[in-house]
């Protein structure tokens, strides 16, 4: 697994921040970068269309009689996430290959840090963040004590902070048994080379750091959006790629509007990746969900995942 700087995914569905952040900042303010994976698969030739459709057959054969719930990705609409960046997306076997060897111990815990205020002022969200983190990927989740910027992280003229070196002084602190790192803030973040940044995540390091400054109003879309940013980029720090085949949560994205567009569920395929790298059960997990959803007022997801256990899907 890479742990290099340049292994930071950014954006509301960010990709590893490589050297075509810097490009891409004259068109895009929002903070997606480059191609997945860039880092690992840099040397490989991308799959010809040909190639690319034989793999979505695969994936749509394997998932055949579980997918009833779920839309495949369309053609990707101009300026959409897809029709900027090929990527080549995972299937189950190249994920499982690739994460094996960083499986969970039984005990590790998501760790959430709050940045600055954010514990003060955003204390219900962090609670439901909190929960949402063992009903969604099944493991410990708790809240560290409020946490200070670093120093040097804030500059002062773009009045944000730099999230690249916010990372780089939180990879060095991730506490033992911890196997996401993942800090908020209600404050703007920007990254070399692009005006702002939803956040950065390092697969490698499994550090992340996000902000819901963008995520707006009313609470209850704040609250949709600040939970699928933090499954979709949870997710990224677990290894899981964005997703090409399904209408998904891991889904990349260029905008906020484009990833309102977006499910706040993982696709059955993405499912499949979570539940054999934390090992839980999936009808089970999808039953503590959704009593998470209807507690936490979003009844129409939780109506999603019923239809989705009732059809006996993933
Ligand atoms: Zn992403
Ligand atoms: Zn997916």
């Not at 969604?136 to 708790?142: M, Q, S, V």
Request: with cysteine.
């Amino acid at each position: 697994m890479p742990t290099s700087p340049a292994t930071l995914r950014g954006g509301p569905r960010g990709a590893a921040a490589t050297a075509g952040a810097a490009a891409l900042a004259l068109v895009a303010a929002l903070a997606c970068t480059a191609a997945l994976r860039a880092d690992d698969d840099e040397d490989e030739p991308p799959l010809s269309p040909k190639q690319l459709q034989a793999k979505k057959e695969l994936v749509y054969k394997a998932f055949a009689g579980q997918d009833a719930d779920w839309t495949r990705m369309g053609k990707a609409r101009a300026g959409d996430w897809l029709a900027r960046f090929k990527e080549p997306g995972e299937t189950f076997d190249e994920y499982r290959e690739e994460m094996e060897a960083d499986r969970p111990k039984p005990d590790s815990r998501i760790l959430l840090v709050p940045l600055g205020d954010f514990a003060k002022d955003h204390a219900d969200l962090l609670e439901a963040m909190r929960e949402y983190g063992e009903a969604f990927f099944a493991t410990r989740t708790e809240v560290a004590p409020a946490h200070a910027f670093p120093a040097r992280t804030w500059v002062e003229r773009r009045g944000q902070y730099n999230a690249d070196r916010v990372l780089d002084a939180l990879a060095k602190e991730v506490p033992p048994g911890v196997i996401a790192y993942v800090a908020f803030t209600d404050q703007d973040l920007f990254s070399s080379g692009l005006n702002f940044v939803f956040g950065l995540g390092s697969e490698g390091s499994r550090v992340g750091v996000y902000s819901t400054q963008r995520l707006g109003e009313p609470r209850e879309r704040l609250l949709w959006r600040t939970l699928q940013l933090m499954n979709h980029e949870v997710g990224h720090i677990f290894g899981v790629d964005h997703c090409i085949f399904y209408e998904c949560s891991m889904n990349g994205s260029n905008s906020l509007d484009e990833s309102d567009r977006h499910p706040i569920h993982f696709c059955p395929l993405d499912e499949k990746k979570l539940s054999w790298f934390f090992g839980f059960e999936l009808p089970a997990r999808d039953r503590r969900l959704i009593e998470y959803y209807r507690k936490h007022g979003l009844g129409g997801e939780a109506e999603f995942l019923e239809r989705v256990l009732k059809h006996g899907g993933k």
